[in-house]
């Protein structure tokens, strides 16, 4: 059972790359414990800024950084950093071509019991209406360390979206390339296909072993890029497998699942099914809770899987 | 109630809260210890409100800012009656109302909160209805002190004296630590009381953990004609608990049963002296 959480893996990576990197700077937002991030500041005082709490500051911030040749990588609460902030991040980085790296931690329903001011399940949706903003959902804490690395290379704003608790393992080590926008098939199959994003990449792989024991050739895509969407990996899965099934930690409205539809129905018309939070306040509890509530685990997508082949 | 009752509620509440956060394993203890007095001042002696009728029209208002310190809130608002007091047990739990901010489908609570920076431009605007009816309400809002970095709270104290809201109280739980450590050192606000004072508010500083001084400085308002009043409670983040006073660890810490009843015999020790001193009744 992993035990390492994503922010961590973000912090231990960052720390690696600023040995020979003075450019790389970590910002917080009252949030270097939330964010893991304290070790870096107590490594790199010279590259560690806290703004307090102030996110739209934060993200001004980091843009005049960037614009002075550093990278910025800002470490705040989802939430907060993706909506809070948008106009900064529409305008002073995106619009303005600021290489801001945006990392939301404690996402989508990770906060639970703390309510929707806290839960950030509208933040692929804002995102990823930005032009030229690439927002990025890692899968495991071997891909956080393969994207962390992408990151520092890539030239750019990013939005990066993790969850709050250390997740099970996806991949077995972190021994291949993550290329920002170049979807991941995980599992090959021929009956359906499962396209997961973020933590919920488990539950779909989860899934699919459920539906090869009955029978169901499932193919599992990790959509660990919704921007630029793989496109191509989509329009493949629709033509060999003729069925889709979306699964994400966001609101069924503007996320993984629209983009998806969006390119299904110019594309190749196949049936499809979109499992996220319904537009409401998502309800309060632990996170296992409320994905439990909402349908987003194993059984209810083996369910949906096996009435969408009329099985 | 005089002073020594609600000091003695005070510490009751605090009891509660403690109790609460314990069961339920998560809760912001640090800074709901610090404003309990604060909102046992304004619930049981200053405001004017009607549990039986928490919508009644001429109800003075109070909103949480720093909504994520609600352990003290629903605490009170149980006491209160605004809600059954076994309610309290499902704090933070899967499919609760009382969910770890405040919530407005429980009785009492007017506003949603929890992003830090909203409350008192929603106050502003409440306590300038009640001026545009000739209402007599007033409005209580509680502000953290790392709050202050926000940029929406200036743009909120700029406009309430420029819309002459002598009815809009602005209270600063001034406990000097938020969750990375001391606001001098996170991002410093100092000259705080002056800065406030530029921006034309009235300012009262005083001991917020002291009851008489807030009775004193809420009862009052309005205290300038035409201006708001800002109160700089300084206060002790983990207050009546001694391990976890000034500790920025203790922000949501969440007691073990050890500290638990550790917490629990401080305050009840402080209680007691209450009573042997013979005042309360
Ligand atoms: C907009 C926003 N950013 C960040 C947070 C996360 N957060 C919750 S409490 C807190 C610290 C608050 O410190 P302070 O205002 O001093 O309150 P207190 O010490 O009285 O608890 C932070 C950063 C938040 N709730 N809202």
């Not at chain 1, 991941?184 to 973020?198: F, P, Q, W, Y």
């Not at chain 1, 499809?272 to 209810?300: C, L, Q, W």
């Not at chain 2, 205290?223 to 009043?229: E, F, H, I, R």
């Amino acid at each position: 059972m992993n035990t390492i959480p994503n922010r961590q893996v973000i912090c231990e990576t960052l720390l690696k790359l600023a040995e020979t990197d003075p450019d790389i700077m970590v910002l917080t937002s009252d949030s270097r414990g939330s964010a893991a991030m304290a070790p870096f500041a107590n490594a790199f005082p010279n590259q560690f800024v806290e703004v307090g709490i102030a996110e739209q500051n934060i993200v001004g911030i980091s843009a005049g950084l960037a614009h002075s040749g550093k990278k910025p990588f800002v470490t705040s609460p989802a939430c907060f950093l993706s909506m809070r902030s948008i106009e900064q991040i529409k305008v002073d980085v995106a619009y303005s071509g600021t290489n801001v790296k945006l990392v939301g931690i404690s996402g989508g329903v990770s906060y639970g019991a703390l309510g929707m001011s806290h839960h950030s399940v509208q933040d692929i949706a804002v995102a990823r209406a930005i032009p030229g903003l690439a927002v990025v959902l890692p899968a495991d804490r071997h891909e956080t360390k393969r994207m962390t690395e992408a990151l520092v290379k890539h030239q750019g704003g990013v939005y990066v979206r993790i969850g709050r608790n250390a997740v099970e393992d996806v991949y077995e080590s972190d021994d291949y390339e993550f290329i920002i926008g170049k979807a991941v098939t995980l599992r090959d199959g021929t009956d359906l296909t499962i396209i997961a994003t973020g933590e919920t990449v488990r539950v779909a792989l989860d899934t699919q072993k459920a539906l090869q024991e009955v029978g169901v050739s499932c193919r599992v895509i990790n959509m660990h890029t919704i921007k630029p969407l793989d496109e191509e990996a989509i329009i493949r899965a629709a033509r060999e497998t003729g069925h889709i099934i979306t699964v994400e930690e966001h609101s069924i409205f503007g996320g993984l699942g629209a983009a998806v539809a969006e390119v299904v129905v110019q594309h190749q018309l196949v049936p499809m099914r979109i499992i996220g939070i319904p537009d409401e306040p998502a309800i309060a509890g632990k996170s296992s809770e409320v994905f439990k509530h909402y349908g987003i685990h194993t059984d209810n997508l083996k369910r949906v899987a096996l009435e969408m082949l009329g099985k | 109630m005089n002073h020594i009752e609600l000091k003695a509620k005070a510490i009751q509440i605090r009891m509660d809260l403690l109790k609460m956060i314990h069961g339920a394993k998560t809760g912001h203890t640090g800074g709901s210890l610090s404003n309990t007095d604060i909102l046992t001042a304004l619930y049981y002696k200053i405001m004017k409100i009607d549990q039986q009728n928490s919508k009644w029209a001429e109800r003075d208002r109070f909103i949480a800012s720093k909504g994520h310190s609600v352990e003290s809130l629903w605490c009170i608002l149980a006491d209160l009656g605004f809600f059954p007091k076994e309610e309290l047990e499902t704090f933070s739990q899967f499919g609760t109302r009382l969910i770890g901010h405040p919530n407005n489908k429980v009785p009492g609570i007017e506003m949603n909160t929890g992003a830090l920076g909203h409350g008192l431009a929603i106050s502003v605007g409440m306590a300038l209805a009640a001026k545009r009816d000739g209402k007599s309400y007033r409005v209580f809002c509680l502000m953290g002190d790392g709050e202050q970095a926000e940029g929406s709270v200036w743009e909120a104290a700029m406009a309430g004296p420029h819309f002459k809201l002598d009815n809009l109280v602005g209270i600063i739980d001034r406990n000097r630590l938020q969750i990375s450590g001391s606001t001098e050192e996170v991002m410093g606000l100092e000259p705080l009381e002056e800065k406030w004072a530029a921006f034309g508010w009235n300012v009262v500083s005083i001991d917020g953990n002291d009851m008489e001084s807030l009775v004193e400085a809420f009862g009052a308002v309005p205290t300038v004609p035409g201006k708001p009043t800002l109160v700089m409670a300084n206060t002790v983040k983990g207050k009546g608990v001694s391990f976890a006073e000034n500790n920025p660890a203790w922000h949501h810490h969440v007691p073990n049963d050890t500290q638990l009843s550790q917490a629990l015999a401080e305050l009840s020790a402080a209680l007691e002296l209450l009573q042997q001193e013979g005042r309360v009744r």
